[in-house]
Each structure stands twice: as structure tokens, then as C-alpha cells.
């Protein structure tokens, strides 16, 4: 091959790369799953929580379970019970709830893992009103919550939440 052959070879082949590459750029921003979707921030994430609390004062089990995902799974604080269906969350927040809880975050540490998904772990506190006395206690528990962003909307997946066992 001449040099020349060379060189007009050489810069079909970049033509070429620089065509393929802008190519998969620009599909993948708009057909890529979660492609152009920007990732959520921490302190959005560990919000989620927030919501989740407020639907816990409405004092209705309904609206906490509909923060849960279809499929999603709960290992909830003062249960032995693993709920992973809709009925079941409901059946666990229908008792839960006739205590007035109110979540306090304690400590927190958030893993952002992609645009659709993130994990919130940590410990926090629940103020208790027993409905017969009106005693007041506080259970210190520690949590994880797993989301994943499901037709635009953050659902729990999993939440796990267990008292401190030394405490």
C-alpha cells in the first residue's frame, strides 16, 4: 500500500468511529433506559423519608402502603412478621399506627446508585403513644430503605427496620 492509501484509509476509519460514536451518544440519550434521566441527590432521597413519616401521621395504612412498591418487601420494627404484599404492609401499619408514631432520623448515610435507584440506611427513633394508657415510649431502630423510581414515582422496594439490639 501506498502512503497515500494509507492515509485516505486512515481517515475513513476516524470518519467512521466519529459517526458511530455520536450515533450510540445520541440513541442512547433518547432511547437508552434511564439514559438523560439525571441522578437524584442525596438529601432528595433521604426526603423520601419525610414523605413516607407525614403519611405515617395521616394515620391511615393505606397511605403508607401506596409508598411501597407492588412487590416490595417489609421487615418492619415491632413485628416478627416479613409483609411482601400489599395486604400485608397494609395489615402491619393498621396495628402500627394505632400507636401515633412519629419518626425522628437519628443518623443517616444515603447511596445514590443510579437514576432509578438508591438506598437510605441509618437509625432513627420512634415516638409511641400506647392507645389505651396514652403512655408515651421511644423504640430506637435501625433502617434501610431501598428505592427504585417506577413510572416517575419513588417507591419503596424494601425497608427493613429492627430495634437496636442493645437498646
Sequence with gaps: MTRRSLSKRAAIVTATAVVAVGTVAAGGAVAGPGWGDSKPGKKQIAGLFDQWNRALQTGDPEQ???LYARDGVLLPTVS??????RAGIVDYFEHFLANKP???KIETHVNVLD????????T??????????GEKSTVEARYTYAYEK???????VNHHSSKMPEG
Design 64 to 66: 403508607v402502603a401506596d
Design 80 to 85: 416478627n412478621k416479613v409483609r411482601t404484599d
Design 102 to 104: 412519629v419518626g425522628t
Design 115 to 122: 437514576s432509578n435507584s438508591a438506598i437510605d440506611t441509618g
Design 124 to 133: 432513627y427513633e420512634f415516638a409511641l403513644t400506647d392507645p389505651e394508657t
Design 150 to 156: 417506577r413510572g416517575g414515582e419513588w417507591l419503596i
